[in-house]
């Protein structure tokens, strides 16, 4: 079955320190992997994806994710953490139907 | 960046009455509509995925009777949260998507807030 799973329900990082929000999958054939991030009372955003090519994958506000196909991981990764970038972040993997299977979600609080 | 908007952002009604959302693309044409529930602390639950003129598609333990779904044109779909019940207070969020494959990334609305007395 496939499956995203989001091993922290809570990130803590302090203000300029480099963060990673941990993200695995569980797909059969070539993964299609979101990340998503949702602020209080706002609409999910979209912040980047991979489809193919470059593992490394750069997306909005500075974020990038790493693609790791050996250990099925797509970590959510972003060299100096900013106060604003305290949210909900989830990732989500395409399946068969075409839609998106999300991950539980982590809550990043970036303390200054 | 493309715009997905959702109306009402909060509604509070009586039990045993039906309440409609109303999801809109704003800047493009969606050829996919998709509609979410959020519990408190929990991720997103696919309700049912529409696509404009077609029957949506329910996800397995969802009662199309009670929430109807419709997406009449490429720009607007509408969820009716029909007899609505306590159980059915929660965050519903609609998304909307241009193009087949599920290559393009979703845009997500702000999400409506249903609170049932």
């Known amino acids: 079955a496939q499956s995203v799973a989001q091993p922290e329900d809570q990130v803590n990082v302090a203000e300029g320190n480099p963060l990673t929000v941990k993200c695995t999958y569980s797909v059969s054939g070539n993964p299609y992997l979101f990340w998503y991030v949702q602020y209080p009372n706002r609409g999910l955003q979209f912040l980047l994806k991979?489809?193919?090519?470059d593992n490394l994958v750069k997306g909005s506000y500075g974020f990038e994710a790493e693609f790791n196909k050996s250990q099925t991981s797509f970590h959510l990764k972003k060299p100096s953490a900013l106060v604003s970038d305290s949210a909900l972040y989830f990732c989500a993997v395409r399946d068969n139907r075409y839609q998106l299977i999300w991950g539980a979600g982590t809550k990043l609080i970036i303390k200054p | 960046g493309a715009v997905v908007s959702q109306h009402p952002s909060r509604v509070i009604c009586k039990s045993g009455t039906s309440v409609k959302i109303e999801c809109r693309s704003l800047d493009f044409q969606a050829t996919t509509m998709f509609w979410y529930r959020q519990f408190p602390k929990q991720s997103l639950m696919l309700m049912a995925t529409?696509?404009?003129?077609?029957?949506?598609?329910?996800e397995q333990g969802v009662e199309k009777d009670k929430f109807l779904i419709n997406h009449a044109s490429l720009t607007l779909s509408t969820l009716t949260v029909t007899s609505a019940h306590p159980e059915d207070s929660s965050f519903y969020i609609c998304?909307?998507?241009?193009?087949?494959?599920?290559?393009?990334?979703?845009?997500f609305g702000p999400g409506t807030r249903l609170t049932v007395l």
């Open positions: 991979y489809i193919t090519g």
């Open positions: 529409s696509n404009e003129g077609s029957k949506a598609t329910y």
């Open positions: 998304s909307a998507r241009t193009g087949t494959g599920g290559y393009n990334e979703q845009f």
